[in-house]
């Protein structure tokens, strides 16, 4: 039998995919919105998107969704280029990686809200990888790891419920 994924045509991908994107850009739009505790704390709620195209139209859409939203985000908000864009391209594309790997070998291991918090935590660790070396320039922001780990990781987990409710709710239960 067929996965629902092989049985959609060209067009009907690319269109979900288009509409996870641009799904995943208001939420990264919202975002931009909301107040913030620490000034690198945002619930990700973005992330729901890569997510539900990872799991319902495959690595490919992961990708563009993720992508697409960080280009038109920072476009839109005018970061384009500036260093928020880089951690935040960063962090997607780290999050993206390892969720699609993880997926990929490890699916009877990782559930949606096991990969969306491995999702975070590699979003993170990119981050601050980039900002060590790119921006401040010092080995010492490592000394905000943890500080950026815990906010990453609540909010990868509600990412990860989310979408868990999502998936069940459009009836495309997880692997």
Known sequence: MRSPIEKMTTPQKLTRTALLAGFGLVMFLFESLLPRPLPWAKPGLANIATLLALYWLGPASAWAVAILRVLLGSF????????????????????????????KFGAKQFSVIGLSLAGALAHVLAQITVAGCLIVKRVEIVYLLPAMLWPALFAGLVVGIAALLLLERLSLKPD
């Not at 928020?84 to 993880?102: K, R």
Request: proline share 4%; hydrophobic share 65%.
């Open 76 to 103: 839109f908000l005018g970061s384009f280029l500036n260093p928020g864009f880089w951690l935040s391209l960063a962090g997607s594309v780290a999050a993206v990686a390892v969720m699609t790997l993880l997926k």
